[in-house]
Protein backbone atom coordinates (compact mmCIF):
# COMPACT_ATOMS: atom_id res chain seq x y z
CA UNK A 1 0.00 0.00 0.00
CA UNK A 2 2.69 2.56 0.71
CA UNK A 3 4.37 2.05 -2.78
CA UNK A 4 1.16 3.88 -4.53
CA UNK A 5 -0.40 2.36 -7.55
CA UNK A 6 1.54 -0.22 -8.55
CA UNK A 7 -0.01 -0.31 -12.42
CA UNK A 8 1.23 3.37 -12.87
CA UNK A 9 4.22 2.35 -15.39
CA UNK A 10 6.48 5.20 -13.09
CA UNK A 11 5.49 4.07 -9.47
CA UNK A 12 5.99 0.29 -11.05
CA UNK A 13 9.52 1.07 -12.26
CA UNK A 14 10.51 3.26 -8.92
CA UNK A 15 9.34 0.45 -6.73
CA UNK A 16 11.38 -1.80 -8.37
CA UNK A 17 14.14 -0.28 -8.24
CA UNK A 18 14.44 0.16 -5.33
CA UNK A 19 13.84 -3.37 -4.22
CA UNK A 20 16.29 -4.84 -6.90
CA UNK A 21 19.38 -2.06 -4.86
CA UNK A 22 17.95 -3.58 -1.50
CA UNK A 23 18.49 -6.96 -2.61
CA UNK A 24 21.86 -6.04 -3.90
CA UNK A 25 22.61 -4.59 -0.26
CA UNK A 26 22.35 -8.08 1.08
CA UNK A 27 25.75 -8.87 2.58
CA UNK A 28 24.49 -12.31 3.09
CA UNK A 29 23.85 -13.37 -0.28
CA UNK A 30 27.50 -12.85 -1.22
CA UNK A 31 29.23 -16.38 -1.46
CA UNK A 32 31.97 -18.05 -2.99
CA UNK A 33 32.12 -17.57 -6.31
CA UNK A 34 29.78 -15.22 -6.18
CA UNK A 35 30.97 -11.67 -8.25
CA UNK A 36 29.11 -8.81 -9.15
CA UNK A 37 27.22 -10.15 -11.53
CA UNK A 38 26.09 -12.94 -9.61
CA UNK A 39 24.15 -10.50 -6.80
CA UNK A 40 23.04 -8.62 -10.05
CA UNK A 41 21.14 -12.23 -10.75
CA UNK A 42 19.95 -13.10 -7.57
CA UNK A 43 18.37 -9.76 -6.97
CA UNK A 44 17.03 -10.22 -10.22
CA UNK A 45 15.99 -13.34 -9.72
CA UNK A 46 14.51 -12.90 -6.13
CA UNK A 47 12.51 -9.93 -7.71
CA UNK A 48 10.93 -12.29 -9.80
CA UNK A 49 10.37 -14.99 -7.69
CA UNK A 50 10.86 -13.89 -3.74
CA UNK A 51 13.67 -13.01 -1.64
CA UNK A 52 12.63 -15.41 0.82
CA UNK A 53 14.49 -18.60 -0.85
CA UNK A 54 16.84 -20.76 1.70
CA UNK A 55 19.50 -20.86 -1.64
CA UNK A 56 19.99 -17.09 -1.87
CA UNK A 57 21.87 -17.46 1.56
CA UNK A 58 23.45 -20.78 1.10
CA UNK A 59 24.16 -21.29 -2.57
CA UNK A 60 26.29 -19.22 -4.89
CA UNK A 61 24.09 -18.03 -7.77
CA UNK A 62 25.72 -20.85 -10.16
CA UNK A 63 25.23 -23.50 -7.61
CA UNK A 64 21.31 -22.36 -7.89
CA UNK A 65 21.64 -22.15 -11.79
CA UNK A 66 23.05 -26.08 -11.55
CA UNK A 67 20.48 -27.35 -9.03
CA UNK A 68 17.68 -25.25 -10.10
CA UNK A 69 17.20 -24.54 -6.77
CA UNK A 70 14.48 -21.90 -7.60
CA UNK A 71 11.94 -21.76 -10.21
CA UNK A 72 13.68 -22.08 -13.70
CA UNK A 73 11.17 -19.13 -15.19
CA UNK A 74 13.20 -17.14 -12.48
CA UNK A 75 16.56 -18.36 -13.06
CA UNK A 76 15.65 -17.25 -17.24
CA UNK A 77 14.25 -14.26 -15.81
CA UNK A 78 17.69 -13.00 -14.43
CA UNK A 79 19.71 -14.56 -16.87
CA UNK A 80 17.80 -12.75 -20.35
CA UNK A 81 17.88 -9.43 -17.94
CA UNK A 82 21.70 -9.96 -17.76
CA UNK A 83 21.70 -10.59 -21.27
CA UNK A 84 19.89 -7.27 -22.09
CA UNK A 85 22.06 -5.54 -19.86
CA UNK A 86 25.20 -6.42 -21.90
CA UNK A 87 26.66 -8.08 -18.23
CA UNK A 88 28.71 -10.77 -18.90
CA UNK A 89 27.28 -14.47 -18.57
CA UNK A 90 29.13 -16.85 -16.61
CA UNK A 91 29.94 -19.87 -17.75
CA UNK A 92 27.33 -22.18 -15.97
CA UNK A 93 24.00 -19.13 -17.18
CA UNK A 94 25.52 -19.93 -20.85
CA UNK A 95 25.03 -23.68 -20.69
CA UNK A 96 21.58 -23.18 -18.83
CA UNK A 97 20.66 -21.20 -21.73
CA UNK A 98 21.74 -23.54 -24.10
CA UNK A 99 19.96 -26.17 -22.30
CA UNK A 100 16.46 -24.83 -21.57
Same mark, same amino acid.
Given at each position: A @????? =???????? /?? *? +???????? #???? #???????????? +????? =???G?? #??? /???? @???Q? *?? @?? $? &?? %?? $????? &??? +?? %???? +?? $????Q? /??? $??
Amino acid at each position: A @SAGNI =YDPEVNVA /FG *V +KYIDTQLG #RADW #RKDGDDDGALLA +KALAA =YNCGPN #RNA /FKTM @SWDQI *VK @SE $S &IP %TG $SIKYA &INI +KK %TMKV +KL $SATEQA /FIS $SH
